[in-house]
């Protein structure tokens, strides 16, 4: 797949356009989850709000510990994929080891990667919190290699960070 910017909303390749387009995002997200604190309502408009709107994303969904071992599949858009992840396994797993967000630029390169799509070339997971406590992973992934760097690790940890807000709110 070829990425042309022309087919997009906003243009990726700069750091200030991506910025510019977090800024819309969070507006966005605070008013689509403005007095709901419903966790499927909101983790599920979440998704689509950032898939439909960012170029380049075959997948965007979340993942979350039901035990403390086990990532299971949480609200998504995108193909089917994966239902269960163990922690510690895949780009996910070693999100919720680290507990901070992971950029992988070629999947092929990354150890262990769990491949749910072939197309998948990029991935960007991102921890949920609640608490202080983890709690699950938001996961991007693109067709297109290096699609995600450190401004989209630090604009979807800004709208994770919204998300959460509802959580304890
Ligand atoms: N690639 C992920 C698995 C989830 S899917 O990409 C939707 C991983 O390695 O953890």
Redesign the pocket.
């Known amino acids: 797949m070829t990425f042309h910017l022309s087919e997009t909303a906003y243009g990726t390749d700069t750091p200030e356009a991506k910025q510019t387009m977090y800024a819309d995002l969070r507006s966005q997200l605070t008013g689509l989850v403005h007095g709901e604190t419903d966790w499927i309502a909101n983790t599920a408009n979440f998704s689509s709000l950032v898939f439909n709107t960012m170029p380049g994303l075959n ?1 965007a ?1 979340f ?1 979350f510990l039901k035990t403390q071992d086990e ?1 299971v ?1 949480g609200p ?1 858009q ?1 193909k089917p ?2 239902i269960r ?1 163990k922690r510690g ?7 919720v080891e680290k507990g901070e967000a992971i950029v ?1 630029a070629d ?1 092929h390169e ?1 150890p ?6 072939v197309n ?1 070339r990029s ?1 960007l ?1 991102v921890p949920v919190f609640a608490k202080g406590e983890i709690i699950g ?1 938001f ?1 991007l ?1 693109s067709p297109l290699p290096n699609r995600f760097d450190a401004v989209d690790a630090e604009g979807i940890g800004s709208l994770v960070k919204i998300l959460e807000q509802t959580l304890e709110s």
């Open positions: 997948w969904g993942y990532l599949l998504f995108g994929a994966c992840i396994r895949g780009v996910c797993g070693t999100t992988v999947v990354f262990g990667h769990i491949a749910c799509d998948s991935e997971v992973v996961d992934d």
